[in-house]
Nanobody
Framework: QVPLVESGGGLVQAGDSLRLSCAGS????????MGWFRQAPGEEREFVAA????????VYKDSVKGRFTISRDNANNTVYLQMNSLKPEDTAVYYC???????????????WGLGTQVTVSS
């Protein structure tokens, strides 16, 4: 059983918006930092955004600040990534991850989903 399941990806045009969702079980969600990462073809998986368990502290990759917003609904074990003003360079598979601390280092995340494809056409 995959502990995290992403949804909401798709094909959009530049300037459009998408909202990604990631559903977790109580075990993978409770008291975990939740992060979003992305991987474009031929590139390394990179950090996008993360949100802490307590008080919802957030951190973002510089290039998405002001365009993307991460949020979480602890009662429903779900984390979201609202993506506005999308650009072709945002095209990637987006992965949800759960970890113990608020960080952009992917090696420190313990649980991963299978990803959802986001394609932004110019």
């Amino acid at each position: 059983q995959v502990p995290l399941v992403e949804s909401g990806g798709g094909l959009v045009q530049a300037g459009d918006s998408l909202r990604l969702s990631c559903a977790g079980s109580g075990g993978t969600f409770s008291r975990h930092t939740m992060g979003w990462f992305r991987q474009a073809p031929g590139e390394e998986r990179e950090f996008v955004a993360a949100i802490g368990w307590i008080a919802g502290t957030t951190v973002y990759k510089d290039s998405v600040k002001g365009r993307f917003t991460i949020s979480r609904d602890n009662a429903n074990n779900t984390v979201y990534l609202q993506m506005n003003s999308l650009k072709p360079e945002d095209t990637a598979v987006y992965y949800c991850a759960a970890g113990a601390i608020l960080t952009g280092m992917k090696s420190l995340y313990d649980y991963w989903g299978l990803g959802t494809q986001v394609t932004v056409s110019s």
